[in-house]
């Protein structure tokens, strides 16, 4: 903890150090107002609607103009091709003299005298009208040519040639919220300014410093990026600590949900510094891109072009460290529902166990999906789609989809009861009509079963009628002992209850065994002889391990006490044949054997 306090100390006086480096120049360059590299929309209904965009200068936005959408592209292509040129040729020409004027055109109008006409009459009374139309047309088109012409023209001049650059519009001024002349006078300011500042960074000093400076932001980033890949290792060896499976399985239920939630915080701490890596290498890139203006158009291109999947991403960010949060409050909350364990007994433990994992596991399904459906309206929000509609057309699909898919609603609410009622949770061994195994995964929507062979099973939850859930609580060992019609069966059970008693006392078992064995005598007679049955009550899921070592212990006091097992006699093939064979033989030669 103290050495990373100490570098992130040592990164922030590095970054301090090398912004004082950067002072001397930015008073000298002109700020880029990221807000005018996506210059916001003056309206977004009209079909003429006035949208803002810059015309640029080695990447500044120099010149923010509106104009009607329709003739945007135009006029900002012509602009911008024109301010090139000059700027080309003002900075090839060091002895250039640089002029920029304003100038309006002189308002001059003639307006031709109407012809004169006979005094009014009926006869003549249409030809007075068509005249006074005609003088109404020429008074607008005189004050449309008076609007048009008074508006200010901004003349470049380098040398002897001289250049209409634009002519400012009340939409220009309407921009900034000022007048039409104030804007002017702000536009040629700005030119003058520019142009001079174009010029001054291809002199070599200024290309000089701007090199040292690109050298010691590399350095910094380098450094930066170092110290987070070593924190990236440290937090990514501490989350192969928290699950390691050694800490896993012998950990209280109480523990585990604290370990979880502990790696979730430092899965969001992993993420984090990630970004925080990409984005030093990617923000110092783009930095020293903009440190040259040979190079400062590529970075202005990869801010266009990246707007949206930036937008995006940040909205990805945002929802991954909301998922991620909340995997570790739902698993502080289930760690708090746990935490008077100690005060159940052992098989109430085991259960809660099973039961909080899976209630964890699928409250944060379902907030996965939620939090991931909302980041997807966010995004199509912040990308400029507009989702009222969409939003609106999804209820009514929605609503469809649900007439359409009323299984998938029936597993959903079978999933809430199973879940409720705790009819099975992940961990059980559980037997649903003619398949069986260990509950692997469940949700709202299916159960899926590992058997004995390893098959993945998958069944609907509305397929689940009737479940035998083998490991709920405790379970039972179900012995059948068959043992010979001649053998004594009170002292072969004798031996048997010896043998019971024995294991259950073991220290290896003693804890897998939750009650004496039960011998419970003759269960029944057979074809191999008479069947003794032994129940013994386990632990949930050591019903397997306990009889296959209770089996293996009779075997060896039966051996010991000389008890044979009968095995079970079936005829069949040639030993039927045979045996029918040797009988006929035998009755043939009584048949021949004299009698006396």
Known sequence: MLSIRFWSWAIAGLLFVTSWSVVPVQT???TIDLNQVYPNLLNQNSENQVVAKCVRLDGYCLLELAVPKSDLSKRIETIQNKLNKISQTYIKN??????????KQPVKVELKEPEKTAPQTTENQSTVEEAVEAVEEAIEEAIEEVEERRSPNIYVSIDQEKINLLT?????????????????????EKLQEGLNQARYEREVEFLVRQGLMAV???LAVLVSSLLIY??????????ARLTSPNSASSETISTQLNQ???WNLRE???RLYQLALMGLLGGGSLFVLGLFPYTRNIQVMIFEGLQIPLQVGLVSLIIYVLIRLSYALINRFTSALAQNYYLLNPEAVTRLQLRVTTISGVTKGIVTVSLIAIGI????????????PLLAGAGIIGLAVSLASQNLIKDAINGFFIILEDQYAIGDIIVVGDVGGLVEKMNLRITQLRDSRGRLITIPNSEIKVVANLSSNWSRVDVSIPISYETDADQVMALIDHVAQQMSKDEKWQEQILAQPQILGVDEFGDRGVFLRVWIKTRPLQQWNVEREFRRRIKVAFDEAAITIPAHIDFRGEFKYDLFEKAGEAEGAREEKPTG
Not at 94 to 103: K, P, R, S
């Open 377 to 388: 309206l966010v995004a199509l929000s912040v990308t400029g789609i507009n989702i009222g």
């Open 268 to 270: 969001v701490q992993y």
């Open 28 to 30: 000298q360059l002109p």
């Open 260 to 262: 979880r939630k502990l």
């Open 94 to 103: 060091q002895d250039a003299q640089l002029v920029i004027e304003i100038q």
């Open 216 to 218: 010691g932001i590399c």
């Open 230 to 239: 070593r924190w990236l290792g440290q937090l990514e060896q501490s989350k």
């Open 168 to 188: 400012v519009t009340d939409q220009d001024a309407l921009l900034q919220g000022v007048d039409i002349d104030t804007r002017a006078d702000s536009i040629r």
